[in-house]
């Protein structure tokens, strides 16, 4: 690990008990590291994490770095205040967004194991930052093995059987309303969106459905509800029941 202090952080408000993994979304690493150690740019994380594996430390976990800017995820605004973050080197979806070397997630996954060895942050508060900002970033993207994490020990992934075909009806889509709307805004809602249920399945829906499927459904990321989107969702709130009981 190498030590690359920011000077962009402030106090935590409290201990941290979430992680947010972005990617940089800029053309090279040097760049990224640039700007979040320039303090006219005033935005940070507690950690790098090149392509080959290489951790840089910029933040102490102790202090509140500046990554997840207006976000929100079960209700709570101060995101920066609860999480720790974690940039990916990945020049993202703007300048060419390509798979993340299995080096770049071995050193994730290692950061991880010590990060959730210091404070106590549940899998289902290890996030993205498309799940706490929806309407303004696709980071990490999917193409970011969610799955495989999980698997490691990190984080929350469900494959349940699909239900037979045609009793989940057709996809939800924009205009859409109706109980199932209602229903499917309200279990986004419930997992942590900053979603309320009622109205028509607009496009804050989804944007937030989009978020979802890169995270959770990433065979399908065009924000329409389908069977598999909407089965996983529910899958995951049984999910996190089970493990909070």
Request: hydrophobic fraction near 40%.
């Amino acid at each position: 690990m190498i030590s690359l202090p920011s000077p962009n952080f402030n106090a935590r408000p409290s201990v941290p008990d979430m992680v947010v993994l972005h990617y940089t979304g800029m053309e090279t690493a040097k760049a990224a590291l640039d700007r979040l150690c320039d303090p006219a740019a005033q935005v940070s994380a507690h950690y790098v994490v090149d392509e080959d594996g290489t951790v840089y430390h910029l933040v102490d976990e102790e202090r509140r770095a500046w990554h997840a800017g207006v976000s929100v995820w079960k209700g709570a605004r101060d995101i920066n205040g609860v999480s720790i973050g974690i940039e990916l080197v990945n020049p993202g979806h703007e300048f060419g967004y390509r798979d993340f070397p299995q080096s770049q997630i071995d050193a994730v996954i290692g950061l991880l194991d010590g990060i959730r060895g210091r404070w106590d942050i549940p899998d289902h508060r290890i996030l993205g930052h498309s799940d706490v900002a929806p309407a303004r970033k696709e980071d990490p993207g999917e193409r970011f093995p969610w799955q495989a994490l999980a698997e490691a020990g990190h984080g929350l992934w469900v494959d349940p059987p699909l239900p037979p075909e045609g009793v989940m009806g057709p996809a939800l889509d924009i205009g859409d309303s109706g109980p199932g709307v209602f229903a499917l805004q309200g279990a986004l809602g419930k997992l942590g969106y900053d979603l309320l249920p009622g109205g028509p399945y607009d496009a804050e829906t989804k944007a937030i459905v989009t978020a979802f499927q890169r995270h959770w459904v990433q065979t399908r990321i065009d924000g329409k509800a389908d069977a598999l989107t909407r089965v996983r969702l529910m899958a995951l709130l049984r999910h996190i029941t089970l493990l909070e009981a």
